[in-house]
């Protein structure tokens, strides 16, 4: 008998999921603005939002750990109570103590806690929800993620631009209350696991143990690991990088013109993964796991438009439609494979390492995002001139990678399915 979605408990963690992660992405869109507009230091930004980024790293393989042997729904509301605290501290403590220590420290905190609340997330559906509903849960979720990305910087500058810091820094903490205060109902079902030790070495033996299944229980994993690391080195990092310095660097726009241009294309960014979230959910019992590869493929592809229009156009306008455009498909289609492969993931895992295995899958992932910001950051510094050689080589490399994920989740279709 099929289990229906939307389960008062599911419900919950979806509305508590709307107003945290909007609470999540206002805050951290305000902060590094407050910066930035403080000290007009561009090098200080970097700097200091490349340090934030290391927590998230750090701290998801230990709410992998966590979220597999404490009550998920313990950790989401502590967790929001936590991140309330903190936005209170910096209101608090902005005009004591040394900003730049005061906003670094805080974006750290933030991130750290992001890194270590998502596990939780992901590890819940598979307790709220049956099988035949992963693929949806997962892309309300996503959807959920995106939208907020897409609304919480706008709303939080329109809110920052007319007020302040303070009414945003307000608002983000009543949302984080807000959340963790509906949280507290959630009734998500939990079975104590034995430990074999204390918490350093039960860590560790976790730690083994998730590593052991992605590699050897289930190997498919370990590879689609690989490919996800391959894509976020050569496409996602030459996206992030490419975006703000073509839009705001190379191509022939006014600075402010380029700056709203540069907001604008953030913003299709977001829909691009908003709109797939939602596709994901619309086409969830036509999406196969052994097909997914062709969704990579799409990726790779729409990197190819944006170095052809780079040659062939001088037009400013033309060349920021073409990147717009190709970038949001990137978004629908790497969020189409995000999903299916986090429903995979939670269908083929034991329970009681759904946890720690998104959160290896995450770490892994992300450790190769801010090595592949570094490498753009010096091909475009080596190929100024000729950017379009930097977007062919990315296209290149990306689709040879898509082109070996298309032959790992094929072999899917032919594998007998287990029953976990």
């Known amino acids: 008998m099929g289990q229906k979605l939307f389960s008062k408990d599911f419900t919950l963690v979806v509305i508590g999921q709307i107003v945290s992660l909007f609470g999540n992405a206002t805050i951290r869109f305000a902060l590094p603005l407050y910066l930035l507009n403080l000290t007009g230091s561009s090098a200080l930004y970097g700097t200091v939002t490349a340090c934030a980024f290391i927590p998230a790293i750090l701290l998801s393989p230990i709410g992998g750990i966590v979220a597999d042997r404490v009550n998920k729904r313990n950790i989401m509301v502590l967790l929001d109570f936590f991140t309330a605290a903190v936005i209170l501290g910096f209101s608090l403590l902005m005009d004591e103590v040394n900003l730049i220590l005061l906003l670094t420290v805080t974006l750290m905190l933030l991130y750290g806690i992001a890194g270590a609340y998502q596990p939780s997330v992901q590890a819940s559906i598979p307790a709220l929800t049956n099988q035949d509903n992963f693929m949806a849960a997962n892309s309300v979720v996503n959807t959920i993620s995106s939208f907020a990305s897409l609304i919480g910087p706008v709303l939080g500058g329109v809110l920052y631009s007319a007020y302040g810091l303070r009414p945003v820094l307000w608002v983000c903490m009543g949302c984080f209350i807000m959340s963790a205060v509906m949280e507290i109902f959630i009734k998500i079902p939990f079975q104590k696991q034995t ?21 050897k229980g289930k190997p498919v994993i370990g590879k689609a690991v690989f490919v996800i690391c ?25 600075a402010s013109q380029a700056n709203r241009l540069y907001g604008f294309a953030q913003g299709a960014l977001a829909a691009g993964g908003l709109a797939g979230g939602i596709g994901a959910g619309i086409f969830a019992g036509k999406l196969e796991i052994y097909k997914s590869g062709n969704l990579v493929i799409a990726c790779a592809v729409c990197v190819f438009p944006i170095s052809v229009s780079l040659v062939l156009f001088s037009s400013a306008i033309i060349n920021y439609a073409v990147m717009t455009i190709c970038c949001f498909a990137i978004m629908v289609f790497s969020t189409l494979f995000t999903v299916q492969m986090v429903s995979f993931i939670q269908m083929e895992t034991p329970q009681h390492l759904v946890g720690k295995v998104i959160a290896v899958i995450l770490t892994v992932s992300m450790c190769a995002q801010p090595l592949g910001n570094a490498l753009y950051g010096i091909l475009f510094e080596i190929c100024k001139g000729c950017e379009y050689v930097v977007v062919l080589f990315s296209g290149v490399v990306s689709l040879m990678i898509a082109l070996n994920a298309k032959k790992i989740f094929k072999r899917l279709s032919t594998e007998p399915r287990e029953c976990l």
């Open 230 to 254: 391959g894509i976020n080195l050569f496409l996602s990092a030459m996206i992030l990088v490419a975006l703000p310095y073509l839009v705001t660097e190379v191509l022939s726009l006014e």
């Open 195 to 215: 430990s074999d030790g204390g918490i350093l070495r039960t860590a560790k033996t976790d730690f083994a143990e998730s590593i052991r299944f992605i590699w």
